[in-house]
């Protein structure tokens, strides 16, 4: 059993900060991409940045150069620091990783629970 678990989450002034952390655990044995998504109210679950093993990353244009992502490979963890928010990033943010379970075994995606970003004008 695999678990995803953010946390980080909150309400903040437009132009302030949040920091989003995400743990995986269970038999894991090892960890593609990881990346993080959010979904707003009446829109579809949208990429906000992904991160590779490596640690190449890639983000969404309307995060570009105010959001970092970045990950502990040893601790399964991967991180999103989110600056100069705006009202328009208020969503459900998704932790997302893509991983096998043993040596040899094909990759699946897992997904967190959500975290409620709010972020107020």
């Known amino acids: 059993q695999v678990q995803l678990v953010e946390s980080g989450g909150g309400l903040v002034q437009a132009g302030g900060s949040l920091r989003l952390s995400c743990a995986a655990s269970?038999?894991?044995?090892?960890?593609?991409?990881m990346g993080w998504y959010r979904q707003a109210p009446g829109k579809q679950r949208e990429l906000v940045a992904r991160?590779?093993?490596?640690?190449?990353?890639n983000y969404a244009d309307s995060v570009q150069g105010r959001f970092t992502i970045s990950r502990d490979n040893a601790k399964n963890t991967v991180t999103l620091q989110m600056n100069s928010l705006k009202p328009e990033d208020t969503a459900v943010y998704y932790c997302?990783?893509?991983?096998?379970?043993?040596?040899?075994?094909?990759?699946?995606?897992?997904w967190g629970q959500g975290t409620q970003v709010t972020v107020s004008s």
């Open positions: 997302n990783a893509v991983l096998s379970y043993r040596l040899g075994s094909l990759y699946y995606n897992h």
């Open positions: 269970g038999s894991i044995f090892s960890i593609n991409d």
């Open positions: 991160i590779t093993s490596y640690g190449s990353t």
